[in-house]
């Protein structure tokens, strides 16, 4: 499985971002964007379980990012909005693979992935 994500840079406080993630080589039963601070553990920002297009959000984004798929293609995006300088990081996307979808109280869980992208870094100026 290979995760491609890309549309990182540098952004001023209050612009927006899309980044995108094309995965190739296996079905998938959920992705999502975690995120990684200078210092910081990784964490989780959102994800779109596949079967059901339920999408789900850390509370520190939610109403400014969004999570998105083309399932024809593999890929997600995540659309961020209103970005502030904390949401500076590297951010990775994830994917489960396999058909077996991730419980509810799962997707916000790094072991729920089996395969990571390389990360793409997001700077936010004040």
């Known amino acids: 499985v290979q995760l491609q994500a890309s549309g990182g840079g540098l952004v001023q406080a209050g612009g927006s971002l899309r980044l995108s993630c094309a995965a190739s080589?296996?079905?998938?039963?959920?992705m999502g964007w975690f995120r990684q601070a200078p210092g910081k553990d990784r964490d989780f920002v959102a994800a779109n379980r596949w079967n059901s297009g339920s999408t789900h959000y850390a509370d520190s984004v939610k109403g400014r990012f969004t999570i998105s798929r083309d399932r024809a293609k593999n890929t997600i995006y995540l659309q961020m909005n209103a970005l502030k300088p904390e949401d500076t990081a590297l951010y990775y996307c994830a994917a489960r693979t396999g058909q077996v979808t991730p419980i509810l109280s799962m997707v916000r869980e790094e072991s729920t992935y089996d395969s990571w992208g390389q990360g793409t870094l997001v700077t936010v100026s004040s």
């Open positions: 080589g296996r079905t998938f039963s959920a």
